[in-house]
């Protein structure tokens, strides 16, 4: 059902994706996705509560700059900052031969509101480049990213949450080839600050197609991972993007 392009193309979404990470291939560090799905509603301004058309017009703009200023979960993700060094490794049967080395960077943006990622490695015996942006939604609460590449024409959207060691993203892929959708998931986990893991899973029965064997009960299948390494004598890159002002939303000076 899943095509060996397809699951070669689905490597490079980060934290981060892909960074994200590529978050990345976060990579990222990610899926026609949930980042679309359960949208609250608009709620009515109720009587007594101020509406935003009533608001003086100076303090309708320190509000939104307030609640669009970059905060603690921004400055997590500036951990990415930098050049790293990447190895591909397929995890299901018959994929050996994709342990692939690659190079990945990640630069904030926008104020540090953001994580850019840029990836670049060989895919089946062709150079393959992914792009990648991760930040985190403060209105909803929730960690999103898209990633695309040149080895596709979709555009990738994921939505996630902080773990006690990294992070956990949730998607949708369609096969190119079936048309089929199915959901898939980002797994990042840290290992300090020079080093962590992007894992792509599928459900069991998805896996399975992949060559890929399931445990009992087990819901979710590791497919292939990318390990990161800090590269050795480079900068960590613009971890602030153009400037962040350090009293907003608690980011600090590093």
């Known amino acids: 059902m899943n095509s060996i392009k397809n699951l070669l193309a689905s490597c490079g979404r980060t934290p981060i994706a892909a960074l994200a990470l590529a978050t990345g291939m976060a990579i990222g560090l990610g899926l026609a996705a949930g980042a679309h799905d359960g949208i609250a509603p608009v709620q009515p301004v109720q009587e007594g509560q101020e509406g935003m058309g009533e608001m003086d017009p ?5 509000m939104m700059a307030q609640l669009g200023a970059p905060d603690e979960h921004h400055e997590e993700l500036h951990d990415f900052v930098g050049t790293w060094n990447t190895k591909m490794k397929a995890l ?15 630069e904030a943006t926008m104020g540090g509101r953001f994580i850019a990622q840029t990836y670049h490695g060989s895919m089946m015996g062709q150079n393959f480049k992914g792009v990648g942006l991760s930040g985190y939604n403060k209105a909803a609460k929730r960690y999103e990213s898209v990633w695309h590449d040149d080895m596709g024409t979709a555009m990738y959207f994921m939505t996630g949450d902080k773990t006690d060691d990294g992070w956990v993203y949730e998607g949708k892929e369609t096969d190119p080839m079936s048309g089929q959708t199915y959901p898939i998931r980002h797994v990042i986990t840290m290992e300090g600050k020079d080093k962590f893991s992007f894992t792509m899973q599928y459900p069991p029965e998805v896996a ?6 399931a445990e009992d009960g087990q819901k979710w299948v590791d497919a292939f991972r990318i390990d ?3 590269a050795q004598g480079g900068d960590q890159g613009n971890r602030d993007g ?3 002002n350090r009293n907003q939303g608690g980011n600090r000076n590093r």
């Open 92 to 106: 299901t049967r018959g994929m050996e031969a994709f342990k692939r080395p690659g190079k990945a960077t990640f």
């Open 58 to 62: 100076e303090a309708m703009m320190q």
């Open 242 to 244: 153009a400037g962040v």
């Open 228 to 230: 990161y390494s800090r």
């Open 208 to 213: 399975a197609q992949m060559g890929a064997q």
